[in-house]
């Protein structure tokens, strides 16, 4: 048995020593660990492979992208225009359309639910698809 300190593992959740005993594979494993991430620090210095981000946001407003106030709303245009196309539907293909696109529930998951078969769901979908597309032609 070795003991160890928690706070030298863990310096952010103890904040005073805490001293435990700790089985001799326990404690080489640890330290491993602990090595491996100093390691990792020091390739990170010597090949300046750290972030932009220093705590100025650089790095976040990079990659964020802000949409202008025209592309929001012709987003919210769009989003309420396929919403209105999948309310037209039939009430069967407005719901399989509406699990199979926004829960991800696969054609087979939807056809055992339903207790039919996957070439009928296939069917409806595609069906469903080119209503969709022949309301939002129609509204243009």
């Known amino acids: 048995m070795k003991k160890i300190n928690l706070r030298a593992y863990y310096p952010d959740f103890y904040i005073t020593d805490c001293i435990v005993e700790v089985p001799d594979e326990v404690a080489a494993v640890l330290d491993s660990y602990k090595h491996a991430e100093a390691a990792y620090y020091m390739?990170?210095?010597?090949?300046?492979?750290?972030?932009?981000?220093?705590?100025?946001?650089?790095?976040?407003?990079?990659?964020?992208?802000?949409?202008?106030?025209?592309?929001?709303?012709e987003r919210k245009v769009t989003a309420e225009q396929l919403h209105a196309a999948i309310a037209s539907l039939p009430d069967k293909q407005a719901k399989r359309i509406y699990a199979h696109y926004?829960?991800?529930?696969?054609?087979?998951?939807?056809?055992?639910?339903?207790?039919?078969n996957k070439s009928q769901i296939t069917r409806s979908i595609s069906k469903a698809l080119k209503n969709i597309e022949l309301f939002l032609k129609s509204r243009s």
Request: aromatic share 10%; charged share 30%; hydrophobic share 35%.
């Open 102 to 116: 926004f829960l991800g529930i696969s054609e087979a998951e939807i056809a055992r639910s339903e207790r039919i």
């Open 43 to 73: 390739r990170t210095y010597r090949h300046k492979a750290y972030s932009l981000d220093r705590g100025d946001s650089i790095e976040n407003d990079i990659l964020f992208v802000s949409l202008s106030p025209c592309e929001i709303y």
